[in-house]
């Protein structure tokens, strides 16, 4: 009986959820050439310089290298100067000067920054704060996307941008709006957005019985009567905590929201770009709330902004000053599984202004930064920016020349080392060529869902639990194993893969259980963590034992969690390693036939089981129930993980990685010390040396 009611449970809330999947809508049709390797370009905003700079510049971008440069993504006060009156004389001009030096152009949408006669006419397309507070002309980003009269302002520019270039053979390709976001105020509070929230969920749910059982809301006498009675989850509205299942239905929306305005402004451009042209846009590197999954089939390449030092990277000695290569790479391979083709739009090329603390990068860092990009598998990487500006709010912020307009930075430099470097490897590199058997070996996927993120952080229940930090520390140990790293969503074909982790699954369904379960009876290893199966897609706990779905697979009940408050910590033991943890811990009571992997060594129920393993049909499932404080109980279970497998792994410091890209080995060096790159007897050296120095690059080819 028990088993049927999840099973029921299972496809009811497959059912109830349509944001699960990604939207599928026709594929991509520009492909990069495969012999470009990876391109590298650099923003320009003529619009902020002397006209007669503009041949100079455009002359010394490419003189350092650069073969496609960046502009108009917040020129619509230039584009259109009062209403209806549109002037491109001056991008005309830069888009000749660009050409005559060989330059690729990628033009944008200038929907970030609406002119100050659009707002003075219509204030009600300004977004609303959770405070209550109207946005005011004076930055960016203050519109609401769910304003259909801001939406015409929209379309009428991005037509005229369509019309004029869209068949322009200089224009290789467009990116929409710039990092979609209301900048740590999302989502935004004003009525168009109440109102395309409320009729979200009348579509999803059809009727208001349908929502009140799906929210919940028996609890506290939170029932609804009419959708138009339903409002956008405010902090500063509630006096007590509010609903956790209309918070993810409002994450939900926002994120479809989001995806919805993308894919507006692309249909309009595609009634005029010919298939030479690509179109993307910059989503920001860590996400947040708006979901790249959504879009990617709409898009030709899936593109993503980076700073990797801006005074928050903590990680090892030089993490302020290298970066973390974790969250890089995690965001590479998650955008390049979307659709395959995969950019980084916005990159640092030196120090920022906008940090709490904005030091300067390690000598060489943006060099690493470009190449380690190339080794994920970029298309093309492009620099923010080309000229630090003279005044607004990015003062301070480095380009690739100084105040003066010519004097080259270090940044630029590094760039201009970048750009010789991929011309050499062109020379040599094989395209498509197959991973190298041991390579492959390791093939690995770390599932993710962003559903699962918006919910585990919607109940962290210990302040110091970070999801993505979580996902991170499992692919960091991949990482360290020298796999080869996919970041997939569930329409992905598992099967493709040796090695499946999902971390902190919290949200799933039967349907989803019994694929992991096929996949590991025919020859998967499947790693879960913790948190994961204790909810159905809707959010709510199960009604059965806890994480119910999961046990069966796993082989083992889970007794309780723990979770510590500071400075209290407790300790993990597997084999003869010690691992600290404090943020999340389940204790396991494994059942027959499943080894114990790891134990707790303190705190009142020290000698309980943290971390189980069974064999399942030809392949193997794994549970690790501790969050440990660095992940090192990570990366040693995974790295057992490939030793059950019969799989040989790499045992990397963490922060230096290997990877393979079309016939060529590129190390990356991100740890504070010089490190041997595996070159085997024989390889030729292409870049660098075979001891990679701090922040260096080693290319070499078998």
């Not at 980084?344 to 603390?357: A, F, S, T």
Request: charged letters at 20%; proline letters at 7%; hydrophobic letters at 40%.
């Amino acid at each position: 009986m028990k088993h049927n009611l999840l099973r029921a449970l299972g496809a009811f809330a497959l059912c109830s959820v349509a944001s699960v999947m990604p939207a599928q809508t026709a594929a991509p049709s520009y492909t990069f050439p495969p012999a470009d390797l990876m391109n590298v370009g650099v923003y320009y905003y003529p619009e902020a310089w002397p006209a007669s700079q503009w041949p100079r510049d455009m002359a010394n971008i490419r003189k350092l290298g650069m073969e496609f440069v960046h502009m108009g993504e917040f020129a619509w006060a230039f584009m259109e100067p009062t209403e209806g009156h549109f002037d491109f004389a001056w991008l005309d001009q830069n888009i000749a000067l660009a050409a005559a030096q060989g330059l690729k152009i990628v033009l944008c949408t200038p929907s970030p920054t609406p002119p100050v006669w659009l707002t003075e006419k219509h204030p009600e397309v300004l977004m609303v704060d959770a405070a209550g507070h109207t946005q005011v002309h004076g930055t960016r980003q203050h519109a609401t996307w769910s304003s259909e009269i801001y939406r015409g302002y929209v379309a009428k520019i991005v037509h005229e941008l369509g019309r004029r270039y869209g068949h322009d053979a200089r224009i290789w390709g467009w990116q929409l709006d710039n990092e979609l976001s209301h900048y740590g105020k999302e989502p935004d509070f004003s009525a168009p957005s109440q109102k395309k929230f409320q009729a979200w969920l009348q579509k999803k749910y059809g009727t208001i019985a349908a929502l009140n059982r799906d929210w919940g809301t028996a609890f506290w006498s939170q029932l609804y009567q009419r959708f138009d009675q339903v409002r956008l989850p405010n902090p500063q509205e509630y006096v007590a905590q509010f609903n956790p299942q209309q918070m993810l239905d409002s994450q939900r929306w926002f994120a479809d929201e989001a995806a919805d305005y993308l894919r507006f402004q692309t249909e309009i451009l595609r009634q005029y770009c010919s298939h030479t042209q690509w179109i993307t846009t910059n989503h920001m590197h860590d996400f947040g709330a708006v979901n790249p999954a959504l879009t990617a089939r709409d898009f030709d390449v899936v593109a993503w902004t980076l700073y990797p030092v801006h005074g928050n990277a903590n990680r090892g000695p030089l993490g302020f000053r290298l970066g973390d290569p974790a969250v890089l790479t995690f965001a590479a391979d998650f955008m390049r599984s979307l659709n395959g083709q995969a950019g980084i739009m916005e990159l640092q090329p030196g120090q920022v202004n906008w940090g709490e603390v904005n030091p300067q990068p390690y000598p060489g860092a943006v060099h690493l930064w470009i190449m380690r990009a190339f080794a994920a598998g970029s298309k093309f990487v492009c620099a923010y920016r080309y000229r630090e500006p003279l005044s607004g709010a990015e003062m301070y912020h480095y380009g690739f020349v100084g105040p003066d307009g010519v004097t080259t930075t270090t940044g630029g430099e590094q760039y201009a080392q970048a750009a010789r470097e991929l011309a050499q490897l062109r020379a040599v590199a094989q395209p498509g060529a197959p991973l190298p058997p041991a390579y492959a070996a390791r093939r690995s996927a770390i599932l993710y869902n962003y559903d699962n993120r918006w919910d585990l952080d919607n109940h962290k229940q210990n302040k110091g639990w970070d999801s993505y930090e979580h996902l991170l520390k499992y692919h960091r140990a991949l990482s360290r194993a020298g796999a080869p790293i996919d970041v997939i969503t569930e329409d992905k074909d598992f099967s493709t893969f040796a090695f499946l982790i999902a971390p902190a699954y919290q949200l799933l369904d039967a349907p989803l259980v019994a694929r992991w379960k096929t996949y590991v009876e025919n020859g998967g290893h499947l790693i879960l963590s913790c948190r994961t199966g204790q909810k159905d897609r809707r959010g709510f706990l199960w009604e059965g034992p806890w994480a119910a779905p999961i046990l069966d697979l796993i082989g083992a009940k889970i007794k309780f969690y723990d979770t510590l408050p500071a400075p209290n910590t407790g300790h993990v033991k597997a084999g003869d390693q010690s691992h600290e943890w404090f943020t999340w811990g389940d204790v396991l009571v494994p059942g027959d036939g499943t080894q114990t992997l790891a134990t707790y060594t303190d705190h009142y129920y020290a000698g309980s089981v943290a971390a189980v393993t069974r064999k399942l049909g030809k392949g193997r499932v794994t549970y690790i129930g501790a969050d440990s404080t660095n992940g090192s109980l990570e990366a040693q279970i995974v790295r057992e993980e490939f030793a059950r497998a019969g799989v040989a792994a790499e045992n990397f410091p963490e922060g230096f990685a290997v990877d393979f890209r079309d016939g060529l080995w590129i190390a990356t060096n991100f740890t504070e010390n010089p490190v041997s790159a595996p070159v085997p007897a024989g390889a030729k050296i292409l870049v660098g040396t075979a001891t990679v120095p701090i922040a260096g690059v080693t290319v070499w080819r078998p």
